[in-house]
């Protein structure tokens, strides 16, 4: 698996899209399936660094760690934040979707977002270090 490593800062989240757009070429995802997968990286990134590092006063990492193998890529972010399990936030449910845009509260789409845009989502905390991982199928095994 390969490991780039990024400083935990906004400027970096342009690195790492550009790496999870090479990854997804590399894999041959369809431009869809590349852009779905760009977007839940950045989102998660994103939380990482603004709700994980600046909010918290920490400052650290964002690793991310790639595999095409077995008809799969995987992406992992980790990093070195307050340990945080975005599957176990409440996500926004039918009722929510139902109000007017201006009467939503802010908060949780991203985390939807993601969820909806891979294959696979998981969260584990290992060795201290938070563990986001992204699963698109490849359909080439």
């Given at each position: 698996?390969?490991?780039?490593?990024?400083?935990?800062?906004?400027?970096?989240?342009?690195?790492?899209?550009?790496i999870?757009?090479?990854?997804?070429?590399?894999?041959?995802?369809?431009?869809?399936?590349?852009?779905?997968?760009?977007?839940?990286i950045?989102?998660?990134?994103?939380?990482?660094?603004?709700h994980?590092?600046?909010?918290?006063?920490?400052?650290?990492p964002?690793?991310?760690?790639?595999?095409?193998?077995?008809?799969?890529?995987?992406?992992?972010?980790?990093?070195d934040?307050?340990?945080?399990d975005?599957?176990?936030?409440?996500?926004?449910?039918?009722e929510?979707?139902?109000?007017?845009?201006?009467e939503?509260?802010?908060?949780?789409?991203?985390i939807?977002?993601t969820i909806?845009?891979?294959?696979?989502?998981?969260?584990?905390?290992?060795d201290?270090?938070?563990?986001n991982?992204?699963?698109?199928?490849?359909?080439?095994?």
């Open positions: 698996m390969e490991r780039i490593t990024f400083p935990g800062t906004l400027d970096s989240l342009e690195g790492i899209r550009q999870v757009k090479e990854e997804s070429q590399r894999a041959g995802l369809s431009k869809k399936a590349a852009y779905n997968l760009i977007l839940a950045d989102e998660i990134a994103t939380n990482i660094i603004v994980g590092y600046e909010e918290t006063g920490n400052e650290g964002v690793d991310v760690l790639t595999e095409n193998s077995d008809g799969k890529l995987t992406v992992i972010l980790e990093d934040a307050p340990p945080f975005p599957l176990k936030r409440e996500l926004p449910n039918e929510f979707f139902n109000k007017p845009l201006e939503r509260p802010i908060g949780g789409m991203g939807h977002l909806n845009a891979v294959d696979e989502f998981k969260y584990e905390l290992a201290n270090r938070n563990r991982i992204f699963i698109v199928k490849t359909g080439d095994n």
